[in-house]
T-cell receptor
């Protein structure tokens, strides 16, 4: 069965600093990988996804992620964080059967002004 | 834009009550999902449905049932609510078939069982 690990429960960065959120997955085949963001009191919004091809994926709001098969990782990055990026971020891996997703436990991002 | 709506943002129920959470999507998606979100546990799949009247158990189906009588609507039912079902409930939908399709989420229902 697939699994996702987000090793950082909380991360605090200063506004304007760079950001990297870690995600490691376990899946037997080529994974479908996703990053979602959840603002306080809201549902989840898709930031970006990796299905195949170029291992560097661009998403919305200036985010990008890099798929590294050798490390089973799909880390999320942003060069310069804005105060509005404060939210919870979830990494997920998809399995083909039924389009099901397995989520990590999330990383709470705090942005200091 | 895909829109997934949930009937209530906040709900307070008493132990033992029967609780219905409703989810509606407007994009003709075949797949619909119910998740439960708890701090430190992420999202866990309760049930999903890939067609009308079809359902499959997810990872934590105990204490829950579902109903899908129409393609656009997927209901989560707590037959006898308990305090350990206090949580945030998220509904999602996606297309089915061909390649993997991303899921679109509703705003969530925060359920408190007292």
């Amino acid at each position: 069965a697939q699994s996702v690990t987000q090793p950082d429960i909380h991360i605090t960065v200063s506004e304007g600093a760079s950001l990297e959120l870690r995600c490691n997955y376990s899946y037997g085949a080529t994974p479908y990988l996703f990053w979602y963001v959840q603002s306080p009191g809201q549902g989840l919004q898709l930031l970006l996804k990796y299905f195949s091809g170029d291992t560097l994926v661009q998403g919305i709001k200036g985010f990008e992620a890099e798929f590294k098969r050798s490390q089973s990782s799909f880390n999320l990055r942003k060069p310069s964080v804005h105060w509005s990026d404060a939210a919870e971020y979830f990494c997920a891996v998809g399995s083909g059967g039924g389009n099901k997703l397995t989520f990590g436990t999330g990383t709470q991002l705090k942005v200091e002004l | 834009d895909v829109k997934v709506t949930q009937s209530s943002r906040y709900l307070v129920k008493r132990t033992g009550e029967k609780v219905f959470l409703e989810c509606v999507q407007d994009m003709d998606h075949e797949n619909m999902f119910w998740y439960r979100q708890d701090p430190g546990l992420g999202l866990r799949l309760i049930y999903f449905s890939y067609d009308v009247k079809m359902k499959e158990k997810g990872d934590i189906p105990e204490g829950y049932s579902v109903s899908r009588e129409k393609k656009e609507r997927f209901s989560l039912i707590l037959e006898s609510a308990s305090t350990n079902q206090t949580s945030m409930y998220l509904c999602a939908s996606s297309l089915r078939g061909g390649r993997f399709h991303e899921q679109y989420f509703g705003p969530g229902t925060r359920l408190t069982v007292t």
